[in-house]
Every structure is written in C-alpha cells, then in structure tokens.
C-alpha cells in the first residue's frame, strides 16, 4: 500500500466526518455517567428530560429498557428507575448499564494491562484513558519492531521510521492522558511481558493484523476526531496526532510490502489471512463500540452504525472482498 494510495482514501472518507459546530465547555451529563470496572458504563438520568421518538414526553410507567434507548444507543446490561428522595411523588431517574466501548489501538504482543480504570471513573476519562493506555502500549511495540526490523534486515529507512514512531507514540500518550487527568481518570499502569525472538513471518501476521488494520483504522477515527469533537482541546490535540498516525498506517503498509517479498508463499498466505480474519473483527468491534451520545459528541467518536461502515469502506479499498 503507498503513500499515494492511502492518503487519497483518508481524506475521503474524513471529508465524511461532521464538523464541529461547539466550541470548548465543560462536559456535562444529566444525573451522572460512571465507569463500572468491569467494562460498563453507567448513566443516569431524568426522566422528564427523556423524550420517545416521536417527541413525547416519558413517564416512569415506560419500561425502563425504552427509557434507556432515549439516553443511548448502546448495548443495555441492565437498567432500573429510582426516586431521587422520599418526598418525590414518584420515581424520577432512570439508571442504565451499558456494555463498554472498545478502544483497540496497535496492541504489543505481551501486553498484560487492559487500560481499566476504577469504578466509578467518569466515561469520558475512562475513554481516554484506556487511549492513553493504548498510546503508551504503542511505544515498546515500535522499539521492538525497529530492533527486529534491523535483525531482518530490513531497509534503514524502514528501521528509522519504527525508531521515529515510538517517539510520536510518547507524546501521543502524554496528551491522552492530559485529557484523561482532565475528565478525572488517572493513567492506567502498563504492564509489558518481556519479548521474545520471533521470525519475520509472525512480525509480518503481527504487523498485518495490528498496523495494517487496526492501526490503520485508528489513523482513521483519529482524523476524524479533530473534524468532529465538539471539544477545543479534544480537536487540538487529535489535529496533531492524525498525521502521525498517518505515517504510522503508512509504515505498516511499507513494512508489509517489504516482508511479504521475503516470505515464502504458503507464509505469506497465513499473513493475508491474519489480515482477513483481523478486518472481520474489527468490523464486530466497530458494530459494538457504542458510547453514550453526550460522550461521543464530546470525543468525536462515530456512532457504531457509522463506525462499522467506515471500517468497511476501508476494507474495500485496501483488501477488497475481506468483508464481502
């Protein structure tokens, strides 16, 4: 995959990406939103501030399952309705417990931590937290696939660039973190097993699942963060960050092309279908990564829906039929 390709393809699909309207702000949810702990989030909500979809007012004689849908589009575990005080009439809050979203980003091989943050972490600085997790992660994977990439030997450039990818990884983590701190989630402890020697076909399935697919889905969604997040700061720092993980996605196509002519043909069938098999996941995860709306306006963070049909668009340009 070049350089010439793949940029066209980006900008495309970021021209797609609604602009945001609102600048910077506080963000704010009605009652509540929580991190469970054990991958959930919490919102809680008024009643009388949910509307049906034809525009009626909700009462707490609604199922709180329909109450839920009013709040978000995710995937419900549970929900129940309260009453804020003994005096109230009535109940007049609704709690729903959603599945969490999922937040991959280029995951090393040994990576041990999941980015989780206590229960109770508001959703907004769980999400960037576990980002920031992810960008953190992102930083030994690029050292080691640069000492392997030399072991290889691999072109100098190709090696340069790894070296030079874990140096944007840092300041990647910094920021998300600085956003994460912001909404009162601290950074998650990375923990790393050591790495093993591997050969040039397992760093090529590697490469190909998480640069050639998923990394490359995250260059996406990051672009399309700085076009979307109603927040100043969220815009600011994703505006740098997308061209880097630009060239992050470009390099893993380079190293791909690379590897590939180097491996044997029955290997460089396993590496396609490491590849396949990793577009049809990522599909799922898009199709499941739901967040509550007032969250991912605030991040810019697509819907599930559009989410899924970004990750198809690109596996139709990149490797057509995967998901056919």
């Given at each position: 995959?070049?350089?010439?390709?793949l940029?066209?393809?980006?900008?495309?699909?970021?021209?797609?990406?609604?602009?945001?309207?609102?600048?910077?702000?506080?963000?704010?949810?009605?009652?509540?939103?929580?991190?469970?702990?054990?991958?959930?989030?919490?919102?809680?909500?008024?009643?009388?501030?949910?509307?049906?979809?034809?525009?009626?007012?909700?009462?707490?004689?609604?199922?709180?399952?329909?109450?839920c849908?009013?709040?978000?589009s995710?995937?419900?575990?549970?929900?129940?309705?309260?009453?804020?005080?003994?005096?109230?009439?009535?109940?007049?809050?609704?709690?729903?417990?959603?599945?969490?979203?999922?937040?991959?980003?280029?995951?090393?091989?040994?990576?041990?931590?999941?980015?989780?943050?206590?229960?109770?972490?508001?959703?907004?600085?769980?999400?960037?937290?576990?980002?920031a997790?992810?960008?953190?992660?992102?930083?030994?994977?690029?050292?080691?696939?640069?000492?392997?990439?030399?072991?290889?030997?691999?072109?100098?450039?190709?090696?340069?660039?790894?070296?030079?990818?874990?140096?944007?990884?840092?300041?990647?983590a910094d920021?998300?973190?600085?956003?994460?701190?912001?909404?009162?989630?601290?950074?998650?402890?990375?923990?790393?097993?050591?790495?093993?020697?591997?050969?040039?076909?397992?760093?090529?399935?590697?490469?190909?699942?998480?640069g050639?697919?998923?990394?490359?889905?995250?260059?996406?969604?990051?672009?399309?963060?700085?076009?979307?997040?109603?927040?100043?700061?969220?815009?600011?720092?994703?505006?740098?960050?997308?061209?880097?993980?630009?060239?992050?996605?470009?390099l893993?196509?380079?190293?791909?092309?690379?590897?590939?002519?180097?491996?044997?043909?029955?290997?460089r069938?396993?590496?396609?279908?490491?590849?396949?098999?990793?577009?049809?996941?990522?599909?799922?995860?898009?199709?499941?990564?739901?967040?509550?709306?007032?969250?991912?306006?605030?991040?810019?963070?697509?819907?599930?829906?559009?989410?899924?049909?970004?990750?198809?668009?690109?596996?139709?340009?990149?490797?057509?039929?995967?998901?056919?």
């Amino acid at each position: 995959m070049s350089r010439v390709r793949l940029r066209p393809v980006f900008k495309r699909l970021w021209l797609l990406a609604p602009v945001a309207t609102l600048g910077g702000g506080c963000f704010f949810f009605t009652g509540g939103c929580e991190w469970g702990g054990d991958g959930t989030f919490e919102l809680t909500s008024f009643i009388s501030e949910l509307f049906s979809v034809d525009g009626g007012a909700l009462t707490a004689d609604t199922p709180c399952e329909e109450l839920c849908q009013r709040v978000s589009s995710g995937t419900l575990r549970s929900c129940s309705i309260q009453r804020t005080s003994e005096t109230s009439p009535e109940p007049d809050k609704v709690t729903c417990v959603f599945d969490s979203v999922n937040c991959d980003g280029r995951r090393p091989e040994g990576l041990c931590s999941d980015g989780a943050v206590v229960q109770g972490t508001p959703v907004l600085g769980a999400l960037f937290a576990k980002i920031a997790h992810m960008e953190a992660a992102s930083v030994p994977a690029f050292e080691r696939l640069a000492d392997e990439l030399a072991e290889h030997g691999a072109p100098e450039h190709l090696v340069r660039a790894a070296r030079r990818s874990a140096k944007d990884e840092v300041r990647h983590a910094d920021a998300m973190e600085s956003l994460a701190r912001r909404h009162g989630a601290p950074m998650p402890e990375l923990k790393v097993a050591p790495f093993q020697a591997r050969s040039l076909e397992a760093l090529a399935i590697e490469n190909a699942v998480e640069g050639c697919v998923r990394e490359t889905f995250g260059a996406l969604l990051a672009g399309w963060q700085a076009r979307s997040a109603e927040d100043a700061q969220v815009r600011e720092s994703l505006s740098t960050i997308a061209p880097d993980e630009l060239r992050h996605a470009e390099l893993s196509w380079a190293i791909d092309a690379w590897a590939m002519e180097q491996l044997s043909p029955e290997a460089r069938e396993r590496v396609e279908a490491a590849r396949r098999e990793a577009w049809r996941e990522l599909e799922q995860d898009a199709a499941s990564s739901h967040l509550p709306n007032e969250v991912a306006r605030h991040s810019g963070l697509p819907s599930a829906e559009v989410a899924r049909g970004l990750v198809r668009e690109l596996a139709s340009e990149l490797m057509p039929g995967a998901l056919a």
